[in-house]
């Protein structure tokens, strides 16, 4: 290998074995091999397969499942982390193991955009592969939306490009077929977007119109245009009280952006007691976004993965949703009474619901045009509480009790989850993740992973 090996008695195997969420605890690779090059990954995948080795692929560690973690050898990627543009024909190509910040702050120096996620730590293979969304998710759709060619090494051991012309289904598998099936990818090309003027707004409502915030803001973002992507938020603040809040991001002028509100602020009987609207630039954008707002694009990272790093590690569980259409207002009620149970049941934890805005470009794209099948849906509800190094077993186990009776009584199964919220509790994840792409994602399986030597406990199953 160029790249290095670290094992179970090397100096920085402690450090290296972890993933983002610090709940993991118990992680003891045989192996985390740190690939230099496509070449490297196939001397790893060829290694793994002659020796009956178990293998995972891992960017940047950010499964919720901590599904880039294995028994056997973690393939990390994180060395090819290289980004280029092309302002010319409008494409980057990006490292599989780049993460979200670097790739926008390198992509926005050229003045271009890739709608991607918010946290900035995260991975772009992991995003990509399972779909990717964020604030420009409404005008320029997916990050896999974006996805022109893959360069993947496949269980054979041999290194693939996948595009429109060449193993095109390979290249649909892996927008929006979920992280670690079907190979260990090692770069990505995108076609990227010439920067819009960007805007920003933040309102913050009490918690006692809560409902009603959330049913204007539903009401209010299927009448937006593509330019605007939104989220809505009920978050339990542990002992500091309820959040009530709508954000977004807009591509075009303050102006314009203040006109949009007004009809969701007159929708409120109650003046907002938070109000932000201002303009940014896009890496000032993203970084408020990921709640790196005032550090420098090198502190925005974990100390593991930059020197300069000054975000932590945290542990968190979590649990998706969709709506396919307005909440009735018993609906919204029974969403405001959720965040309330957590808070009774769970006093000293942060957690909630956020809502995340689809339409626009997203839902434009037919759910079988590409393995991301989530096509039709107003928003995605992610549920999470999350919790200190600290905190006593039985507050941890409260949250969970919360996520669980939630996802059996509020959560509505048939609309499906976000394959890129894995979800280890999940019973019929196959087709709350991919629906009707399931059996397709299967033969892709099939063909390019006979064996299944890439799985974990929610990967495709090979075709039968
Ligand atoms: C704080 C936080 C915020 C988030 N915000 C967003 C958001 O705004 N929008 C959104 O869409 N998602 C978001 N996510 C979810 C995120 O997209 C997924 O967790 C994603 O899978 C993480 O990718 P990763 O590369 O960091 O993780 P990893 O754990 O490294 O990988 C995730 C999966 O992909 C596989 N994989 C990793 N590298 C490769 C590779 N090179 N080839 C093949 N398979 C590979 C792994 O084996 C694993 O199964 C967020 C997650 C966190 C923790």
Not at 278 to 300: F, H, P, Q
Request: with cysteine; net charge negative; glycine share 10%.
């Amino acid at each position: 290998m160029s790249g290095s090996l670290v094992l179970p008695t090397s100096a920085g195997y402690a450090m290296d074995r972890l993933l983002y969420n610090s709940k993991f605890v118990d992680l003891r690779p045989q192996a985390i091999a740190y690939c230099a090059s496509s070449d490297d990954v196939a001397r790893c995948v060829d290694f793994v397969t002659s020796h009956g080795i178990d293998v995972a692929a891992r960017s940047g560690g950010h499964s919720y499942g901590g599904y880039s973690n294995s028994s056997g050898v973690v393939i990390d990627v994180s060395r090819m982390a290289s980004v280029s543009v092309d302002t010319q024909a409008n494409t980057a190509t990006v490292g599989a193991g780049a993460q979200l910040i670097d790739v926008y702050n390198v992509i926005g120096k050229s003045d271009r955009l890739l709608p991607g996620g918010s946290c900035p730590t995260v991975g772009i293979a992991g995003l990509t592969l399972g779909g990717g969304i964020g604030v420009f998710g409404r005008k320029y759709g997916l990050t896999c939306d974006n996805l022109q060619s893959i360069g993947i090494v496949t269980a054979d051991a041999k290194y693939l490009t996948a595009d429109a012309q060449n193993n095109s289904d390979l290249l649909w598998a892996c927008q929006g077929g979920g992280g670690g099936n079907f190979g260990v990818a090692t770069s990505f090309q995108f076609g990227v977007h010439v920067m819009p003027e960007i805007s920003l707004f933040t309102l913050q409502y009490p918690w006692s119109v809560a409902s009603d915030m959330l049913g204007a803001w539903q009401e209010w973002i299927v009448s937006m245009p593509d330019e605007i992507w939104s989220n809505c938020q009920l978050l339990s603040e542990g002992t500091s009280g309820y959040l009530a809040q709508m954000s977004g991001v807009f591509c075009g002028s303050l102006a314009e952006l203040n006109s949009l509100l007004a009809p969701l602020k007159s929708a409120m009987a109650t003046p907002p007691i938070g109000n932000f609207v201002g303009s940014n630039d896009y890496v000032s954008a993203m970084e408020i976004e990921a709640s790196c707002s005032g550090l420098t694009v090198a502190s925005c990272h974990l100390p593991s993965q930059n020197p300069d790093g000054r975000l932590g590690r945290s542990a968190y569980s979590a649990k998706s949703s969709y709506v396919n259409g307005p909440m009735t207002t018993v609906q919204l009620a029974q969403i405001v009474e959720a965040v309330v149970n957590l808070k009774t049941h769970a006093p000293t934890i942060g957690g909630g619901l956020a809502f995340d805005a689809y339409g626009g470009a997203i839902n434009r794209i037919a759910s079988d045009q590409t393995a991301f099948v989530h096509r039709d849906k107003l928003a995605c509800i992610q549920a999470t509480y999350s919790w200190s190094t600290y905190a006593p077993t039985s507050v941890i186990a409260a949250g969970q009790t919360w996520l669980t009776w939630l996802g059996s009584n509020i959560f509505d199964p048939l609309t499906g989850a976000y394959q890129n919220y894995i979800d280890p509790t999940l019973v019929d994840w196959q087709t709350a993740y991919y629906g009707d792409n399931l059996a397709h994602l299967e033969r892709v399986k099939s063909k390019y992973d006979p064996a299944n030597v890439f799985s974990f406990a929610q990967s495709i199953p090979v075709w039968s």
